[in-house]
C-alpha cells in the first residue's frame, strides 16, 4: 500500500505538471483503498502531501478498488488555467 499510494501521488503531480499545474489546483480527491488497514498510511502520505489543514483539497475515501491488485486508486478534480495562469 504504501509503494502504490507515494506512485499514485507522484503520477497525479506529473499529470498536473505536465500541463502547467500542481497540487496546488486539486479540488477534490476521490480515493478508493482495497482494504480500511491502509487508511493510516494514507493520511500520513496525506499529510506529507498537504501540511497545512486549512489548504487541503476535498477528499473522499471508500473502501473497495476496482481489481484485486489495486490497493489503491484515485480519482482528481483540478482546476488550471488556460492561459498560463496570467489573467490578460
Avoid: Y
Wanted: net charge negative; proline share 5%.
Amino acid at each position: 500500500m504504501t509503494e502504490q499510494t507515494r506512485v499514485m501521488f507522484a503520477r497525479v503531480a506529473a499529470l498536473l505538471e505536465a500541463e502547467g499545474g500542481s497540487l496546488d489546483d486539486v479540488a477534490k480527491f476521490s480515493i478508493r483503498i482495497a482494504d480500511a488497514s491502509g487508511r493510516q498510511e494514507l493520511n500520513d502520505q496525506w499529510g506529507a502531501l498537504f501540511p497545512d489543514p486549512s489548504s487541503r483539497p476535498a477528499r473522499q475515501v471508500t473502501v473497495g478498488t476496482t481489481q484485486p491488485h489495486i490497493l489503491v486508486q484515485c480519482e482528481v478534480l483540478a482546476v488550471l488555467a488556460t492561459n498560463g495562469g496570467h489573467d490578460d
